[in-house]
């Protein structure tokens, strides 16, 4: 697992997020990102922690910048822009309503442990 991938989901484990999983995107011809990180929160302010948490982590331990964030506002779904690696945090509710893990099916996915 590369070092920012490592950063991201130990960032979020952190959080206590719940269903963590990546999705392997570099053979997607056209794919916006190499790797998709997606978790879940139980409320706006874990979604909002986690995202916090995720920017630290990153910052203090690579090199890596955040090259845009979304939704940090209304803390429903943030969407974290690493470039190589964009990062998906949803309130449970809507990541189940947007299914982004089905719209990916058929690539490559790890699961990752929740410590929630």
Known sequence: MGKL????IEAIQDKKAQDILSLDL????GAVCDTFIICSADSTTQVAAIADHVEEEVEKKTTEKLYRCEGK???IWVVMDYSDVVVHIFQTEFRNFYALEEVWADVPMQQ????A
């Open 112 to 115: 990752y442990e929740s410590f």
């Open 26 to 29: 570099s053979n997607i011809d």
């Open 73 to 75: 506002g209304n803390g």
């Open 5 to 8: 991938k490592e950063v991201i």
